[in-house]
């Protein structure tokens, strides 16, 4: 059954208003407010860095650039999710925002290799650390700018189902803690130890790819049209209470970007008319977007209620066009 749209005084549209454009406006403030939150940290990070030496203060800032420069690519899968499907692209293009979150998972990883790489360069050719307490400052810096975006980019990201936008808040989130780290660096320092500073710096870098591994498994699931079980059993649950429903044989849901599509087949009395089972798949397709949040369409197939086994929809063995004998 196509999409349809309707109304509803109790606060909600569907169809006419496409909730995507509203959820992806979110996406691309809460992406614009990130990059200047980090990229302000990351400067003022880099001024303490060019008097003081810190390569474990270099590591975190390197990072926090990379966070603020992720938001490029996020915000340009934000926009092109925007855009209105075409015969080329039936879909939209709302899966660019997977691609985005590629290239951010991609960044992260550049990000440890430089830090990683400046950390073991420092530990073999030592330099004084100066300016300590500038260092600290600096960290508390991180941590305090780090936290809010990803408090920030987190709370949104849930808002819009935005897997990229979500991994990025984490991301921002342990970032907040190895800025932290920078901190215990500069004490080891102070106290007499000078390869303190190079050994957070690769504590730093093992953390981020902890971080690296996440985002990636994340973000892949997504690629891979991953959906999580819980979604399927509210789609399931939503279908068999709508009225007319006999029962549901299957249920399937892709994300696209932060919207989910599904595809359900729903069983139906056989006496009914091709017009009542086609309302009937009305209602369906109503209480899916009523109840399962992000859901941006369905597609629900009705057949009567006697052929509820699936071995019911396959033909017998046969061949065709010189292929072996098989079934569908």
Do not use: C
Request: glycine share 10%; net charge negative; no cysteine.
């Amino acid at each position: 059954m196509a999409e349809h749209g309707h109304s509803h005084v109790h606060g909600h549209t569907h169809g006419p208003v496409d909730p995507s454009i509203i959820s992806t406006g979110r996406g691309l403030w809460a992406v614009k407010l990130s990059f200047w939150g980090l990229m302000a940290t990351a400067l003022i990070q880099t001024v303490v860095i060019l008097f003081s030496g810190s390569v474990a203060l270099l590591a975190d800032t390197i990072h926090n650039f990379a966070d603020a420069a992720s938001a490029i690519p996020l915000g340009f899968a934000f926009l092109l999710a925007r855009r209105k499907p075409t015969r080329d692209f039936p879909y939209g293009l709302g899966r660019s925002e997977d691609l985005a979150g590629l290239i951010i998972v991609l960044l992260i990883l550049l990000s440890a290799s430089v830090a990683g790489y400046e950390s073991v360069r420092r530990l073999f050719h030592p330099q004084p650390v100066t300016h300590l307490w500038a260092v600290i400052a600096a960290s508390l810096v991180g941590f305090i700018g780090n936290e809010a975006v990803a408090v920030f980019r987190i709370r949104v990201g849930k808002e819009i189902e935005s897997a990229a936008l979500v991994a990025d808040g984490y991301h921002s989130g342990a970032d907040g803690f190895t800025s932290l780290a920078v901190l215990l660096g500069a004490i080891g320092v102070k106290l007499g130890f000078p390869l303190a500073d190079p050994v957070i710096g690769l504590l730093i870098t093992i953390a981020i790819l902890g971080i690296v591994f996440q985002s990636a498994k994340t973000v892949f699931a997504r690629m891979l049209d991953g959906v999580e079980p819980e979604v399927l059993d509210e789609i399931d649950h939503a279908a068999r209470h709508a009225a007319g429903v006999r029962g549901v044989t299957e249920a399937r849901a892709r994300w696209i970007g932060h919207r989910l599509q599904a595809e359900i087949n729903v069983a139906v009395d056989p006496k009914m008319s091709v017009s009542e089972g086609h309302a009937v798949a009305k209602e369906v397709h109503h209480q899916l977007l009523h109840h399962v949040k992000s859901l941006s369409g369905a597609l629900v197939h009705v057949h009567p209620l006697g052929e509820l086994d699936d071995d019911r929809h396959r033909f017998a063995p046969h061949s065709h066009d010189g292929l072996p004998v098989h079934t569908h």
